[in-house]
């Protein structure tokens, strides 16, 4: 589904990702790990097309096709969606007009008929049920006034409404109680297809008792140093990431 | 300071010539104010850049043209207005009809509302209501540095009265809608006077169309007196064309516990001054001013807001917000006045803007007196660009790029739109913004609506 080779990436003119490869197979869930500052959420917002990322060298082949020529909407209709780490406040745009409006361009990517505001409406109070989001906040504006909590419950939200084939978590269980987190979690559980794939990206190995991976990535300095089964995950929640530094210097990578 | 005599010079010469037309059916109280005004006038004279209120705002192109007619429309050109009808779908309203500010003298008759409420000229209220005019005309406006409001007193010789008595509430706004036709180049000054008085509730929607295209040039003053614990909202839709000069002077006077609100939404305009005095004028008063400004091309868009707490426990909030696209320009000046005596005053400002290209340009002026020490006030501005985080975001969700900048712009807007408290209203003005946004109102920039 989504093939990552030699991923060279700077920002202002400073090199933060230094070759990736990376091969995520539909059904796959892979986790990227990794300590502060080593390029995690660099690499999610080169998927999901942001511009501030200057891609130096490299390809992604996203469903066979080159990911660097599709514009952030047209990867979004693609299937590509991005759990935002920050998700942003957009006052005065209701959650509804705004997610209607982003159902209703899938839809006509798909060439679907767009739906009809109470069609529109319907889905929105079984999706809001799913991701158990209060009712009042699909009545607000976009992220607007939410708490931490909820902005990252409304990310799940959308992406249930949007149903995307590759699903990039970016710290989503960041600055979430234990609660928020299982809801959060079992979201993207009941989300799971068989064909869809998810990468989440996270600090901490908490999530991943959650939402259990295929293959972790260990990303420092630039550079996957690690990959395993799930069980890396356990290894590093027990050990922290030096023994990962330690190791990448012993052998002299970085 | 007459800093441009012989431009003022010709305006007075006006005057002097013409005051016969000019006062011929006005009352003599009404009258008795034209005098002084001229002279005041001829003292100040035509503002100009280098009056600090009118800094950001040059009026030269409106004031060195030579008007076609500098009076009121004559009877025939009334019946023209008669035939317009508005059809904002659900807006349930008493309306009523002007042109170029003037009320219909053909059928000129007063408009009785429910609850003993009067509409009519301020002419014949002058007579029907004389102890009421003499109690309110003039007493409200006053500026002791903006010239155009003396010209205005001397020389405006009708406009509109509304008086809305003791208790009076009416449920349904009242709706004027002010057609601007002439075949000639005409330059109109109208004068109005809005009385609510204590306990009273109203609601009056002021729409603006030009329905033809020749050059236009407004300068109108309108005094509302909002009485004890009284509630009063105007609302005033601004679309007229690019040739269109619009010079508005609202002086809102409230009584003790009264609430009054302001909203200019100017959707389309040449020139756009809005001033607006708010004067809280007796403990417990609350005042909003609200401004929307969406400019393009040429266009230039100030409103200048001046609040006056003059009493303890008072609260006032203002909140403008722009788009300006293309070259056009905009000003936003806001006083805060808090006398001595004012404690317990809540002031409040805010001004965001946002520029859509490098040539826009804005110009922001908070401006803060404060005499009295129990005071909270707060004020911001910021000119910028739109959030391009947010844009990603949308974009991010599959919404393509014009359509996440329209979203974002309108919901900027939305904020100013969002304290129109008419439903209907506030629905219709969502989308007359979306229009604009979207550059379909330009389009047909001399009607906000489909008109018969």
Redesign the interface.
Same mark, same amino acid.
């Given at each position: 589904m989504l093939i990552i080779k030699d991923l060279k990436v700077s920002i202002e003119g400073k090199i933060i990702l230094k070759g990736i490869s990376l091969e995520i197979k539909a059904g796959e869930i892979h986790a990227i790990m990794g300590p502060n500052g080593s390029g995690k959420s660099t690499l999610a917002a080169v998927l999901a097309g942001r511009d501030f990322a200057e891609v130096t060298e490299g390809t992604i082949t996203y469903m066979g096709k080159n990911l660097f020529d599709m514009s952030p909407e047209e990867r979004s209709k693609e299937g590509i969606f991005l759990g935002f780490q920050y998700p942003i406040e957009i006052p005065g745009v209701s959650m509804v007009n705004f997610l209607k409006t982003a159902l209703n361009e899938h839809r006509k990517h798909d060439g679907l008929e767009p739906l009809s505001a109470s069609d529109f409406l319907k889905i929105m109070r079984e999706k809001k049920e799913l991701v158990e989001i209060d009712s009042k906040l699909a009545n607000r504006s976009v992220n607007e006034g939410f708490s931490g909590g909820e902005k990252k419950k409304n990310e799940i939200f959308q992406m249930s409404i949007l149903e995307p084939r590759l699903a990039i978590l970016d710290e989503t269980d960041s600055g979430l109680d234990i609660d928020a987190l299982r809801i959060v979690a079992n979201g993207v559980n009941k989300l799971k297809k068989p064909d869809n794939s998810t990468i989440v990206i996270t600090h901490y190995q908490r999530l991943l008792d959650y939402i259990v991976p295929d293959v972790v990535h260990v990303l420092y300095d630039g550079r996957i140093v690690k990959t395993a089964g799930k069980e890396l995950a356990m290894e590093l929640e027990k050990k922290g990431y030096d023994w990962i530094k330690q190791e990448v210097y012993q052998n002299g990578i970085a | 300071m007459n800093n441009e005599p012989e431009k003022s010079e010709r305006y007075y010469r006006l005057y002097k010539e013409q005051i016969g037309i000019i006062s011929e059916n006005s009352s003599p109280y009404i009258n008795s104010f034209r005098e002084a005004a001229i002279e005041k006038f001829n003292r100040l004279g035509i503002p100009t850049r280098k009056d600090e209120a009118y800094k950001y705002t040059n009026l030269d192109t409106f004031f060195n043209h030579e008007f076609g007619s500098y009076f009121m429309p004559s009877k025939s050109d009334f019946v023209k207005a008669e035939e317009f009808r508005c059809d904002i779908a659900d807006l349930d309203t008493h309306g009523l009809v002007l042109l170029n500010g003037f009320y219909p003298t053909i059928n000129g008759n007063f408009q009785q509302l429910p609850g003993g409420i009067w509409i009519g000229s301020l002419n014949a209220a002058a007579n029907k209501f004389s102890s009421l005019v003499e109690k309110h005309y003039g007493r409200y406006a006053d500026s002791e540095t903006d010239g155009l409001l003396h010209l205005n007193t001397a020389m405006a010789s009708d406009g509109v009265f509304i008086y809305v008595p003791e208790n009076s509430i009416l449920k349904k706004p009242i709706q004027i809608v002010n057609l601007v036709h002439s075949d000639v180049d005409i330059f109109n000054q109208h004068r109005n006077l809005i009385i609510v008085e204590k306990n009273a509730d109203i609601t009056l929607i002021i729409c603006d169309h030009t329905l033809s295209p020749q050059r236009f040039l407004t300068n109108a003053v309108t005094e509302i007196y909002v009485g004890e614990n009284a509630h009063f909202d105007i609302i005033r839709v601004q679309n007229e064309h690019n040739n269109a000069g619009k010079l508005t002077h609202t002086f809102i006077h409230q009584e003790q516990n009264s609430s009054a609100s302001s909203n200019n939404i100017t959707l389309h305009g040449g020139l756009v001054r809005n001033s607006t005095y708010h004067y809280l004028g007796g403990e417990g008063a609350e005042s909003y001013s609200y401004g929307l400004y969406l400019a393009d091309k040429w266009q230039h868009i100030d409103n200048f807001v001046n609040v006056d707490h003059a009493f303890p426990n008072c609260t006032s909030n203002q909140l403008f917000k722009g788009v300006l696209d293309d070259m056009s320009t905009g000003a936003f000046n806001g006083r805060i006045y808090v006398h001595k005596d004012a404690q317990g005053t809540l002031a409040y400002q805010k001004n965001n803007n946002i520029l859509l290209t490098d040539d826009a340009k804005m110009d922001s002026k908070p401006q803060l007196e404060i005499y009295a020490d129990d005071v909270k006030c707060s004020h911001g501005a910021t000119v910028g660009q739109l959030?391009e985080? *947010?844009l990603?975001?949308?974009?991010?969700?599959?919404?393509?790029?014009r359509? *996440?900048r329209l979203?974002?712009m309108?919901?900027? *807007?939305?904020?100013v739109i969002?304290n129109i408290k008419v439903e209907a209203l506030r629905e219709r003005m969502d989308n007359l913004v979306m229009q604009r946004l979207k550059g379909e109102l330009s389009r047909c920039a001399s009607c906000m609506v489909k008109c018969g």
């Open positions: - | 959030d985080n *947010a990603f975001y949308l974009q991010s969700r599959g919404i393509n790029k359509d *996440a979203m974002l309108f919901g900027f *807007a939305h904020e969002q």
